[in-house]
Structure formats: C-alpha cells, structure tokens
C-alpha cells in the first residue's frame, strides 16, 4: 500500500477535518456543549475523536444510540454551537499550504469534499484564506440529502466535470474509513494521511498512506 504511486492525477479531492485542518478543538467543544445540554452523559474527549469525519447524524444514533428525532434535535443545536464558538477554532496542518501552492502552479484542479454543511465549509476556507485554492467546495447539504462521504464525493466529481475538468484520473486526500468508502463508491483511489484522526487500521483499502505534506506532495506531483 506504501508504495510509490506513478500516476499522473487529473484532479484531486480533498477532505477538510482532519486532512487540510485540525478542527477537533472546535468540534469537540460543540460536541460536548450539545451533550450537556440535552442532558446526556459526556463522552470521553477520545471518545469524541470517533465522531470527527462521518455525519454526526449517523453518529448520533449509531454511536449515542439516540432516536432519529432525538440525532435531529442533537445536529441543529450542534450546528449552532459550532457556528458560534467552534467552526474556526482550527488550524491548518504543517506542509499543507506549501501542497496547495504546489498543485495551484501545477494545474492541478482541486476540489473539497467534506462532510461539513456545504455553507459552513465554505465560510471556515475563507477564514483560513483557503477558498481561492479550490476549483470545486463540496459539502453535505443544510437539508441533510446530501450527508454520506459518498454523496458528497460524487457532488464534487460533478461540479469539478461542469467546470471543465478532466475527473478521468482523480483521487481523494483523507483520514478516515469514511474517505476511503465515499471514494471507492465512485471508483477513486484515496490516499490516507497519517496526521489525521483515523487509526491505521482504517486505511485498509487506500492505495498509499503518508506521514507527511511533503510525501503526499510526491505521490501526487511526482
């Protein structure tokens, strides 16, 4: 799986959490705050971890065992939260504006695909001055349609063909299971990185992992 990778990428996805920013603090703390305030006994802050990349309305109920009505009310009152203290306590992983700059002069088009609400992805980029990297901002949709890893990768691969690019030879940048599921759905390779919130085990199925921005930027550049 560590092997080198020698082909030539026509675009390239990339997840948000975890991948381009480490946005647990913030995340957690809403996580936390959304417990707390329906009442409901406060995981671990490792506990935590395991819910930053699926949907939280899946994790709600797969991992808190709460109803669908009771993961909906949990998700806007997170949602609220987050926006209002969390959604910038991030920051951006050493090496990965260095990638960006590199695919940017490359030609390279990229695209984010995240399953953060689409809106709320978009205003986090252009916090972090990011959004003018990006051909395509994907995301889940405010009206939860649009959530699994798998409906936001085939957004990004047709808005990224809409716009002219060749999606022919993409692949996916994560950290998670849930990367590499959401990818393969489309028949695209994902490569995990290392830096990220998955365990290792997680990157079965990826065709590379990487422990570094400036290995990731070999396997993609060459």
Known sequence: MNSVVSRTWSAVLFDLDGTILDSAPGIIDALTDTFAHLGLPVPSREEFMAYIGPPLLASFQERAG?????????????????????????????????????????????????SKPEDQARAILAHFDLTSYFTVIAGASEDDSRTSKAHVVGHALDELQQAGADISRSVLIGDRIYDVEGAAAHNLPTIIVEWGYGSPAEAVGAIATVYSADRLRELLLG
């Open 66 to 114: 709460m109803t669908e009505v009771q993961a909906r009310e949990a998700l806007t009152i997170y949602r609220k939260d987050y926006r209002r203290d969390g959604a910038f306590d991030s920051a951006i992983f050493p090496g990965i504006l260095g990638l960006l700059d590199s695919l940017r002069d490359a030609g390279v088009p990229l695209a984010l695909a995240t």
